[in-house]
């Protein structure tokens, strides 16, 4: 059992869960991993790697809709015992109808991750979603009155799931976003001024505005943040889960850019970038809706 852990801490690797379903879409998978992998806290140490990837799937292999096989590390039950170790859970696109139709995995991960949140909101943990992934977190009602995006080709089905989820489950609807790259729900800190923000956006104004989204984890290199209050997150719906929606494919990438900007540092994803040849397009991160 992997020791308790309040936060990401930033002389030990954050743990990432990545859950494939079968048929999974594998550059949903592929970009999130890349950038991972080559996060480091020291550009010039490759022992200082950010973060520890798991990948966990229904079968020992599993293979893409593109035809790839990925050999996965833990069985979905394996996943399961195992998810307080944890910090991140990826979920990717792929084989939507038949993963909701017939109600299969990653759907009992999703909701299981979310009350342990509830359950432990002393830990800080993230939910990420990569394109047509944001259809099984919406149809586990874990975004109820937060925003959301999808890839645009889905944007109907998805409005429809989340509008189907609030009514099944009397909870608040979702707002969805359009054309944007990602969209980040978190609000656990107040995080100064907008200059000190450079990555902030919001679809109202298409720029940078103080914000109350959190830039970093607890251990934020540099940081002189308070430590936030427990009580305060544990009362947030979902125990102040941070919960990150992708767009279409390629749109993962810029999202896991944004993890390393807020658990490692800002630095560290532009090292990430520069190394993937990548322009880091920013989402927009939710300064108004609570988590």
Not at 46 to 74: D, M, N, R, Y
Not at 133 to 139: P, Q
Not at 176 to 185: F, G, K, L, P, S
Not at 209 to 229: D, H, I, Q, T, V
Request: charged content about 25%; glycine content about 8%.
């Amino acid at each position: 059992m992997a020791a308790h852990k309040t936060s990401a801490v930033s002389d030990e690797p954050i743990d990432v869960l990545f859950a494939l379903q079968p048929k999974f879409n594998l550059m949903d998978f592929a970009g999130p991993l890349q950038v991972f992998t080559s996060a480091q806290h020291d550009s010039k140490d490759e022992a200082s790697k950010a973060f520890e990837v798991t990948i966990a799937g229904a079968e020992p292999k599993v293979i893409s809709e593109q035809g790839v096989i990925i050999g996965s590390q833990l069985s979905f039950k394996e996943a399961h015992d195992r998810l307080e170790e944890f910090d991140i859970l990826v979920i990717v696109g792929g084989n939507s109808k038949e993963i909701l139709d017939k109600e299969q995995e990653p759907l009992g991960l999703i909701n299981n991750w979310a009350e342990l949140q509830k359950k432990d909101p002393a830990r800080e943990r993230t939910l990420l979603s990569v394109c047509t992934g944001a259809l099984f977190l919406a149809r586990e009602n874990i975004l109820s009155g937060l925003s959301a995006t999808t890839h645009p080709d889905y944007m109907t089905q998805f409005e429809n799931v989340c509008s189907d989820a609030a009514t099944r489950n009397l909870t608040e609807r979702t707002d969805v976003i359009e054309d944007a790259r990602y969209v980040v729900n978190n609000l656990r800190f107040d995080l100064g001024e907008e200059d000190e923000n450079p990555y902030i956006r919001r679809k109202s104004d298409g720029g940078r505005r103080p914000s109350n989204a959190r830039k970093g984890s607890m251990s934020f290199k540099g940081s002189n943040l308070r430590r936030e209050s427990i009580a305060r997150r544990a009362a947030m719906r979902l125990g102040g889960l941070r919960v990150i929606t992708a767009g279409g494919v390629s749109a993962g990438i810029d999202a896991a850019l944004y993890l390393v900007s807020a658990l490692v540092d800002d630095d560290c994803a532009a090292e990430v970038a520069r190394l993937l040849q990548w322009t880091w397009n920013k989402g927009v991160v939710v300064d108004g809706l609570d988590v």
